[in-house]
Each structure stands twice: as C-alpha cells, then as structure tokens.
C-alpha cells in the first residue's frame, strides 16, 4: 500500500538556525511532490512542487528550498530560519491523472523563536 | 488565475443539525473538484471527489455534487456529528497539475 511519511513532528528552532524537513512516499514510484504551508489561522499555500528527481518547482518567493535527490524522497530546508518561518508544514504526493488528488503526510509543526 | 471561494467560518451548529459549506471555483477548463478534512493537529485527508460534472462525491454522510452551471461544489450533511469538528477544504484540480486550496471553513459542532 502507499503511504507517505514526514518527520519531524514538531520543531522548535531559533532564528537564523539551519532547517531540514524530510518527507518519503511508500508504495509507489515517480509521484509528483508538494510542500506546502499552513500558517496559524490561515489557509495552504504552495511552496514547491516536483516532477521527478532533481526538478523542483517553487510557487513563492522566500529563503526555503526544496530538493529531490531520490524518487520518493522530498527535503525541505532553510540556510536561516526567519520567525515568519512558523507554520505548518505538509507534504504530499500524488499519481498523475486528473481523477487522482494528493495524500498528505502528518506534517511538522514548526516554531521559530 | 485559477481560484476557489470559500465561505467564511467558523460555522457553529448543534448536534444533528444540517450543514452546508459553500465553495465556488473560476470556470477555466473543466477542474476535477476535491473536498478535505483537516482534524485538530493532523494532516489534510480527503473526503471526497467529483471528476465531471453532475458527478455527486460522497463519503461518512457528507455530499458534494459538481455543478457545472454555476461553477460550485457545495459541501453538504443532513446531520453533523461532535467529531465532524475540524477544517474544510475545498480544492479544484486543474490542468496544471497542482491543487488550489479554499482558505478553509472551520466547523465546530456542539454537543
């Protein structure tokens, strides 16, 4: 079966310290990829998105990045986090097709302080 | 661009009342339409589905029917349940391959 796993579950960092999310997908192969991020109170909003290994997409201008170094595995990272960092943050997979939606992961919550 | 209206929340209802959550999207192309669940501290799960129009998606008691005619997806149940509290998406699929998700409409359901 195809399951999708995100780690951390929760994060506390400092300003201007390093991030590094991880999300893998199970149980299927060439899915494309999403980060996206939920603010307190606030709707999603699409940071990345991949294709396959090593194209990365990014929605919204910021100091994250994403990459893809293997087929089912999606790291979202920061050189320095930002309070503004702060959120939510959910990955998900999808198969191609327009009948198919995203599975999403269990995310991470991080907070800057 | 591609967009999708929510109604505002948070709604509030009693126990076996009927809900009604509103979502309209922009008529460009012809999206598949989603509807997801997000409950306190988890991730987004999907609730529903419609691919073409007229389709009626359902699950756990809640429908949603794609109409075409008035670019809206509308979630409905005939009677809300304390554990139905959580947050609503709403969210089209376009031909770009990336879903447009609704601000979200949260729901809170009293006892």
């Known amino acids: 079966s195809q399951t999708i796993h995100q780690w951390p579950a929760t994060l506390v960092q400092p300003v201007g310290s390093p991030l590094s999310l991880e999300c893998t997908v199970e149980?299927?192969?060439?899915?494309?990829l999403y980060w996206y991020r939920q603010a307190a109170g606030r709707g999603l909003q699409l940071l990345f998105y991949?294709?396959?290994?090593?194209?990365i997409s990014s929605e919204v201008p910021q100091n994250l990045s994403a990459s893809r170094p293997q087929d089912r595995q999606f790291i979202l990272s920061s050189k320095k986090l930002l309070l503004s960092d702060s959120g939510f943050y959910l990955c998900?997979?999808?198969?191609?097709?327009?009948?198919?939606?995203?599975?999403f992961g269990s995310g991470t919550r991080l907070t800057v302080v | 661009g591609d967009s999708v209206t929510q109604m505002e929340g948070p709604v509030t209802l009693s126990e076996e009342a009927f809900l009604t959550i509103n979502c309209t999207y922009t008529a460009t192309g012809y999206p598949s339409l989603f509807w997801y669940v997000q409950y306190p501290g988890e991730g987004l799960q999907l609730l529903l589905k419609a691919t073409k129009a007229d389709d009626k998606g359902s699950n756990k008691g809640f429908e949603a029917t794609y109409r075409k005619e008035t670019t809206s997806f509308h979630l409905e149940k005939g009677s809300v349940q304390v554990s139905d509290s959580a947050v609503y998406f709403c969210?089209?699929?376009?031909?770009?391959?990336?879903?447009?998700f609704g601000t979200g409409t949260r729901l809170q359901v009293f006892p």
């Open positions: 969210a089209p699929l376009y031909n770009t391959d990336k879903l447009i």
């Open positions: 149980g299927t192969s060439n899915p494309n």
């Open positions: 998900a997979w999808r198969t191609r097709g327009q009948n198919y939606g995203y599975t």
């Open positions: 991949s294709v396959g290994i090593g194209q």
